[in-house]
């Protein structure tokens, strides 16, 4: 899938200057990630997605990691290449924050403020998962590399599109038979490898319970679609609350 925004942009003059730190966690836009294993049918679920907020009138951008840029979705065709050879952990984790950061000066942050709603197949959840927790690389490592390139700015919401390894395998493999070509290097690992990532993932939202909303991705589609708008109209009376809060104060 090549995002809307990624293959057709053109070159916007390139941001040096970054917005300060204080001002980076209140913008005004809502940004929301989806995550999860390979094959938990996250992208799939952008249309109904899509279609919620189109629905409401809500201007919003769809972007995905790595990627949503030229030059990030460059850096994500050295990352998933499978005609290279096999790359050190420590040089994926900096080309996935070197994407980002990338991603989020161009992209991300433009958006929100101008408070539009950036949704995000992947973020830095998957660099913990997959990097962290999948190749073992120093926790504190990426958080140092996370708060260089994001300051204090955090998804608002993560969806977490959950599935048990063994069927969401059994899916990738259906698609990949007809799809041979696109099997990319993250999907080429072990079923060790994608348990880690599921249990870390699934740690890590029960660590910010009130970021995280997990979806069961191994409904039926349909099903995985309603829970989606569920989760979409939860994240819109939160943050109507929120606004009212802030108003009265
Ligand atoms: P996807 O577009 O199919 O989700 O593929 C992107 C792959 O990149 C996926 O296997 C997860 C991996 N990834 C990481 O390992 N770390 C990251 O930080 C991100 C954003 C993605």
């Known amino acids: 899938m090549v995002p809307p925004d990624a293959?057709?942009?053109?070159?916007?003059?390139?941001r040096t200057?970054?917005?300060?730190?204080?001002?980076?966690n209140c913008l005004p836009g809502c940004f929301i990630t989806l995550e999860g294993g390979e094959g938990a049918g996250k992208t799939t679920q952008?249309?109904?997605?899509?279609a919620f907020l189109q629905q409401r009138g809500i201007r919003f951008i769809s972007t995905r990691?790595?990627?949503g840029t030229r030059v990030s979705e460059a850096i994500r065709a050295?990352?998933?290449?499978?005609?290279?050879?096999?790359?050190?952990?420590?040089?994926?984790?900096?080309l996935m924050f070197a994407a980002r950061n990338e991603h989020l000066q161009q992209l991300i942050i433009p958006a929100l403020q101008r408070g539009e709603w950036v949704i995000c197949d992947r973020f830095t959840d998957a660099s913990y998962a997959y990097q962290g927790y999948g190749r073992g690389l120093s926790l504190p490592r990426i958080a140092?590399?996370?708060?260089?390139?994001?300051?204090?700015?955090?998804?608002?919401?993560?969806?977490l599109f959950d599935?048990?390894?063994?069927?969401?395998?059994?899916?990738?493999?259906?698609?990949?038979?007809?799809?041979?070509?696109?099997?990319?290097?993250?999907?080429?690992?072990?079923?060790?490898?994608?348990?880690?990532?599921?249990a870390a993932y699934l740690q890590r939202a029960a660590?910010?319970?009130?970021?995280?909303?997990?979806?069961?991705?191994?409904?039926?589609?349909?099903?995985?679609?309603?829970?989606?708008?569920?989760?979409?109209?939860?994240?819109?009376?939160?943050?109507?609350?929120?606004?009212?809060?802030?108003?009265i104060q």
């Open 17 to 24: 200057v970054s917005i300060p730190d204080e001002k980076i």
């Open 207 to 247: 660590q910010e319970p009130q970021r995280f909303i997990r979806i069961d991705a191994s409904q039926t589609q349909a099903a995985v679609g309603t829970a989606v708008q569920q989760a979409l109209s939860q994240i819109l009376t939160q943050r109507a609350a929120q606004h009212a809060v802030r108003t």
């Open 46 to 50: 952008l249309s109904t997605i899509t």
């Open 163 to 198: 599935i048990d390894v063994q069927l969401s395998r059994q899916r990738a493999a259906r698609r990949n038979r007809v799809d041979v070509a696109n099997v990319d290097r993250f999907e080429q690992e072990t079923c060790d490898f994608h348990e880690k990532i599921r």
């Open 78 to 94: 050295v990352l998933l290449a499978t005609d290279l050879p096999a790359m050190h952990a420590d040089t994926e984790l900096m």
């Open 144 to 159: 140092e590399l996370e708060q260089w390139v994001q300051g204090s700015l955090r998804p608002d919401f993560t969806l």
């Open 7 to 14: 293959s057709n942009t053109k070159a916007p003059e390139a």
């Open 65 to 67: 990691e790595p990627g």
